[in-house]
């Protein structure tokens, strides 16, 4: 079994910048891919960024070219930078780590002001 704790969420206008880490324990030879969802009040979950164990990465197409994931497999951490934020981005945003099952972390609230 894999646990997931996020951080780095928070209260940002506009035009500004947030990093979001997770960090992975237990079970952390087992993970293949990391990522992270976002789900904002009265929507679907929605994917936002993954990335696999080699490196490479997807993305939404409303966050390309503002946000991005990276991995330090040292530190069994994943990052999402997110820069240029909207509004739009408003969400609580889970981080995942793909193992023999799909673990979640526990969500880290981003609001953006506008």
């Known amino acids: 079994q894999v646990q997931l704790v996020e951080s780095g969420g928070g209260l940002v206008q506009a035009g500004g910048s947030l990093r979001l880490s997770c960090a992975a324990s237990?079970?952390?030879?087992?993970?293949?891919?990391m990522g992270w969802y976002r789900q904002a009040p009265g929507k679907q979950r929605e994917l936002v960024a993954a990335?696999?164990?080699?490196?490479?990465?997807t993305y939404a197409y409303s966050v390309k070219g503002r946000f991005t994931i990276s991995r330090d497999n040292a530190k069994n951490t994943v990052y999402l930078q997110m820069n240029s934020l909207k509004p739009e981005d408003t969400a609580v945003y889970y981080c995942?780590?793909?193992?023999?099952?799909?673990?979640w972390g526990q969500g880290t609230q981003v609001t953006v002001s506008s």
């Open positions: 995942y780590a793909d193992a023999r099952y799909r673990n």
């Open positions: 990335i696999t164990s080699g490196g490479s990465t």
């Open positions: 237990g079970s952390i030879f087992s993970i293949n891919a």
